[in-house]
């Protein structure tokens, strides 16, 4: 699929999947930034990992891939004008770029797993590592316990920065 495209079928606008793992599990967040999205259910990005990169104005969550790693994700249903916001907010394409991924979606009610095309934010690699506000953090956090993920990933990443910064 061609990034940033969004399929229409008879003249409707057809929904696609957004892969979650940052700042967007916050549902309170999303639901003030995109109106239409809906949580549709979870799953696992395999041999990927979570870090903390950005730039002198912030450092963020991303994902790069690394054998072995596993990266939980909310998955959002989102319609164009959401992925727009998303799209402004994720500073698509300079600081963030879209990655279409076919993933096993854990359905939030039924729990019935489907095999779903899906977009996920990733950050620009040559970013460098970086140590995020404490408010950001709490921001992921509350995202992590609302979908029951494991918050060591998140305090790992934290680790990793350090390490690579020498702190």
């Given at each position: 699929?061609?990034?940033?495209?969004?399929?229409?079928?008879?003249?409707?606008?057809?929904?696609?999947?957004?892969?979650?793992?940052?700042?967007?599990?916050?549902?309170?967040?999303?639901?003030?930034?995109?109106?239409?999205?809906?949580?549709?259910?979870?799953?696992?990005?395999?041999?990927?990992?979570?870090?903390?990169?950005?730039?002198?104005?912030?450092?963020?969550?991303?994902i790069?891939?690394?054998?072995?790693?596993?990266?939980?994700?909310?998955?959002?249903?989102?319609?164009?004008?959401?992925?727009?916001?998303?799209?402004?907010?994720?500073?698509?394409?300079?600081?963030?770029?879209?990655?279409?991924?076919?993933?096993?979606?854990?359905?939030?009610k039924?729990?019935?797993?489907?095999?779903?095309?899906?977009?996920?934010?990733?950050?620009?690699?040559?970013?460098p590592?970086?140590?995020?506000?404490?408010?950001?953090?709490?921001?992921?956090?509350?995202?992590?316990?609302?979908?029951?993920?494991?918050?060591?990933?998140?305090?790992?990443?934290?680790?990793?920065?350090?390490?690579?910064?020498?702190?």
């Amino acid at each position: 699929m061609v990034e940033g495209y969004s399929p229409r079928k008879e003249g409707k606008q057809m929904k696609r999947y957004y892969l979650a793992y940052g700042s967007n599990l916050n549902v309170t967040q999303m639901r003030f930034r995109c109106p239409t999205a809906r949580v549709v259910g979870t799953a696992v990005i395999e041999d990927y990992e979570l870090l903390f990169k950005g730039s002198k104005s912030g450092s963020y969550l991303t994902i790069e891939p690394k054998e072995g790693a596993k990266v939980p994700v909310a998955v959002w249903s989102v319609e164009e004008e959401d992925e727009a916001a998303l799209d402004r907010y994720e500073g698509f394409p300079t600081f963030y770029y879209k990655k279409e991924m076919q993933i096993v979606v854990t359905g939030i009610k039924s729990k019935k797993e489907r095999l779903r095309d899906a977009f996920v934010y990733i950050m620009h690699e040559d970013r460098p590592f970086g140590i995020p506000t404490w408010n950001y953090v709490q921001t992921c956090i509350t995202g992590y316990n609302t979908f029951k993920f494991d918050q060591s990933l998140l305090m790992n990443a934290i680790r990793k920065s350090r390490k690579e910064l020498g702190i």
